[in-house]
């Protein structure tokens, strides 16, 4: 048995529940200051507030967080976590303002990682994807999603997904796998998309899901990458196999993801920068988490999807990084949630609702993780702050001091007293 006590808490905030919030519920969190949380062989078994019960006084560990904020763990559900190479190149095309889908279409972009991926050790994935998993730990991060969608060929789609799975099983953070073999056309089919849909579909999800690589499957679904009718066609035979959909939609144009999204009840749709009202409606209908990406589109340079119409309209709306090597480079959600509250204006509350219970609804993992109530992981974050105000209105510092999965210390040291 393996026991951690936190006590002295200033402020604990969280959502609670174990299924999305969606609109007013979004902004409605519990806080409970002067708290104390007690955990069991990685599961939180008490919560409370005032002097803590005696017979839970000797825990193996004792944190004293001295007045400070906790928050369950982040959880991050959008990355693209496992690639080779980074395009550092593209940023002064970015600066000549040579438009995303621009370079994408002259062979750059997503493909240009696609050829570093395929040339990579499985190895070597490994180790890279694993550093940035380091990073998004320190950073507060407790639980990922990763896609697959740098291989575009049965061998390095599966080596991708096997990276994940390695990983999962090897590193403190908890993954959700996504494949998404339907990122672009390979250029090998450049002159045949019905054929690389074909191959996806009768090939690529059977491998996939035979060695049960995967819990999702994602499309883009932008101008020149994939049209609604294909994605609809990839994430029925994804269906058939097992996986559940996801949808990039509405990144940079909008040809009908949100809609369709809504439609066949996908999980979660992402991006929505361009959302329109219909995709928004059709969220709402089919209880479609809207999977918000902030840091794209301050990287991008675009506008930024309209959360508080979602909000409004009774989406449930998760906040994640995007983390990739085009479009968002970062793995920061400190960073993610000072970009929703200026340029969603979303409340801190809600915001802290989008990248803990919302995130992990988008994966199929609110029953387990997300708040700070009793059952769920004792993923948590001490941090070096007051209040939950505070940690959304900081820039560019990191404010995670400690950082707690499954009730070990991965962050930050136990400076109350051990036993
Ligand atoms: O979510 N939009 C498509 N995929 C990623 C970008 C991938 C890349 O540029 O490598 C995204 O933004
Ligand atoms: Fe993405």
């Known amino acids: 048995m393996n026991t951690l006590l936190l006590s002295h808490i200033g402020m604990l905030a ?124 320190r950073f507060g991060t407790t639980t990922c999603e990763a896609k697959s969608g740098y291989g575009l060929d049965l061998d390095t789609e599966l080596k991708q997904l096997r990276v994940i799975r390695r990983l999962n099983q090897t590193h403190p953070m908890d993954l959700a796998a996504t494949f998404m073999g339907a990122h672009a056309l390979p250029p090998e089919y450049r002159e045949k998309r019905a054929d690389y849909l074909r191959f996806l579909c009768e090939q690529v999800i059977p491998a996939v899901a035979d060695e049960k690589l995967a819990e999702f499957c994602d499309v883009f679904c932008e101008t020149g990458v994939f049209t609604a009718g294909e994605a609809e066609q990839i994430l029925q035979a994804a269906k058939e196999h097992g996986l559940r959909a996801k949808i990039h939609a509405d990144e940079i144009d909008p040809i009908g993801g949100s809609q369709l999204a809504g439609q066949i009840g996908a999980i979660s749709c992402e991006h929505l920068i361009v959302c329109p009202e219909a995709g928004i409606e059709s969220l709402a209908k089919g209880g479609t988490v809207a999977c918000l990406l902030p840091a794209t589109s301050f990287y991008l340079n675009t506008t930024y999807a309209p959360a508080r119409r979602m909000i409004q309209s009774g989406v449930p709306v998760a906040l994640a990084s995007d983390f990739n090597p085009g479009s968002c480079p970062c793995l920061n959600l400190q960073l993610v949630m000072n970009i929703a509250c200026l340029k969603y204006r979303m409340t801190p509350e809600e915001v802290l609702t989008g990248v803990t219970l919302n995130g992990a609804a988008a994966i199929a993992r609110a029953d387990r993780v997300g708040s700070v109530e009793l059952g769920k992981q004792a993923d948590l974050v001490i941090w070096d702050a007051p209040d939950l105000n505070y940690l959304c209105y900081r820039l560019g510092s990191d404010l995670a001091g400690t950082v707690i999965k499954n009730g070990q210390i991965v962050k930050g040291e136990a400076d109350g007293k051990n036993h």
């Open 14 to 137: 969280t959502p609670t529940g174990r299924t999305a919030k969606a609109g007013r519920a979004q902004g409605e969190i519990l806080t409970l200051s002067d708290a104390w949380v007690y955990a069991k062989d990685g599961r939180i078994t008490a919560v409370g507030t005032g002097s803590v019960p005696s017979v839970l006084k000797h825990a193996d560990c004792t944190l004293d967080c001295a007045g400070k904020l906790i928050t369950p763990g982040l959880v991050d559900a959008h990355t693209h976590l496992v690639f080779g190479g980074w395009r550092q190149n593209e940023l002064a095309m970015k600066l000549h303002d040579v438009p995303y889908l621009d370079i994408l279409a002259q062979g750059g972009g997503i493909l240009s990682t696609v050829k570093a991926t395929r040339s990579a050790s499985e190895d070597a994935l490994a180790e890279k994807a694993a550093c940035a998993l380091d990073e998004m730990l």
